[in-house]
Structure formats: C-alpha cells, structure tokens
C-alpha cells in the first residue's frame, strides 16, 4: 500500500538553526499536508500543496510540493523553542477517503 | 474557524468500564469524523471513519463492538470504548471533514488521553 517515508526521525538544533525535513514515497500524491503536533495535542494543519512545483509558506514555514509528485520537504527558518513537536507529512490515499500519515519528525530546538 | 473540540481530555478507569468520548465541530458542519488512536512516540493510527447518519466504517483488526461510534449530527460523533482494560490505553484523536472545506483537509481535536487501570 501507499507509504510515506519522513526523515530525519528526530532532529536535535539550536535556537535560530534553519531547519530541513522530507518526506517521500514510492506512490504519486496529488496534496501534500503537513502537520505539527505538539505534546499532548492533536495536530494542527501547517500546510497544504496541492499542485506539483508548488512552494508555500507560512510565517518561517516554507513547503515545496516535489515536481515528480513523490516528495515534500519542509522548511522552518531561524527556529525558537515553540517550534518544538512533531511533524507529519500526510496525504490522501489513492481512491479512498483516508489520509496516510508519515512516521513523524521529531524537532528538538535547545534555547 | 475550523474548530474541533473533544471531551474529556483526560479519563482514568477502571477495567471492565466504558468511556465515552465526545467529538464535536464547533464553527463548521462535520460531513466526516475520523477516529484515531496514537502510542508513544508513534504515528496516527485510523481507527474508523464515521459520516454522519449512517455506520462507521472500521480499520482492519479494529472491533467495532469495542469501539462503538455513533455520529448522530453534523457536528458531533462519539466514541465508547466498552469493557475497557489497560491495553486500550492510549490517546485517542478525531478529526473533523467539513463543508466548504477540500476533503484533504482535516481538523484535529485536542485528544483525550485515556488510561485504564
């Protein structure tokens, strides 16, 4: 079935680092979504790509929608520690109604 | 806008208890919950998928006589785990499809986190 691949599973940074995370698979996407979830919440939607070469930001969010439509990366510029928390890479399954979530990259900015 | 909230945020338990979870659209009406349920340091599980009026479909290896959903409005589904025992432990996620919203878009409760003793 449909797999989302997200790297780095973790990442350790200091405050005001850029950070870098992707997510990929082996299967075409038509939307891209990505989420934060902070500890004990549920996820909150960051961004959504919905064409392929489509690059959007959000504040120090910047998400590209890969041009062969099998990978995102997500960008957070000059992090602070609020930035903390995991973010998933989702997208709706082909011919279904259900959204497949990635693994999670987990952020850790030290102030 | 696109505001979804759950209740309770929290529920401890005995075993051999049922809990019930409320789901609700606050500033939007909910053409489709999702049920999801997430262990530590793990990605969202689907559970279920529930449109309001008719029967939930359930995630293979999910029991729907363990987790009975019930989505009576377009702006709440609920959620009862029966007999609950320790290894239902978990924190339980919906979220929230809704009109004037693209399909892909989903809103996330806040999660209620239900530990069984």
């Known amino acids: 079935g449909q797999q989302l691949n997200q790297s780095p599973q973790s990442m350790f940074i200091q405050e005001g680092e850029d950070v870098s995370m992707n997510c990929t698979s082996s299967?075409?996407?038509?939307?891209w979504l990505w989420y934060k979830q902070d500890p004990g919440e549920g996820p909150v939607l960051l961004i959504a790509?919905?064409?392929?070469?489509e690059l959007t930001s959000n504040g120090r969010l910047t998400a590209q929608f890969g041009i062969t439509r099998k990978d995102s990366f997500l960008n957070i510029s000059a992090s602070i520690p609020s930035d903390v928390g995991i973010y998933f890479c989702?997208?709706?399954?082909?011919?279904?109604?259900?959204?497949?979530f990635g693994a999670g990259t987990r952020l850790f900015v030290k102030a | 806008g696109a505001v979804v909230s759950q209740h309770p945020s929290w529920v401890i338990c005995k075993s051999g208890t049922s809990v019930k979870i409320e789901c609700r659209s606050l500033?939007?009406?909910?053409?489709?919950m999702f049920w999801y349920r997430q262990f530590p340091k793990q990605s969202l599980m689907l559970m279920a998928t529930?449109?309001?009026?008719?029967?939930?479909?359930?995630e293979q290896g999910v029991e729907k006589d363990k987790f009975l959903i019930n989505h009576a409005s377009l702006t709440l589904s609920t959620l009862t785990v029966t007999s609950a025992h320790p290894e239902d432990s978990s924190f339980y996620i919906c979220?929230?499809?809704?009109?004037?919203?693209?399909?892909?878009?989903?809103?996330f409760g806040p999660g209620t986190r239900l530990t069984v003793l």
């Open positions: 979220s929230a499809v809704g009109q004037g919203y693209s399909y892909n878009e989903q809103f």
């Open positions: 299967s075409i996407f038509n939307t």
């Open positions: 790509l919905y064409k392929a070469g």
């Open positions: 989702a997208g709706p399954q082909a011919g279904g109604f259900k959204t497949i």
């Open positions: 500033d939007f009406q909910a053409t489709t």
């Open positions: 529930s449109n309001e009026g008719s029967k939930a479909t359930y």
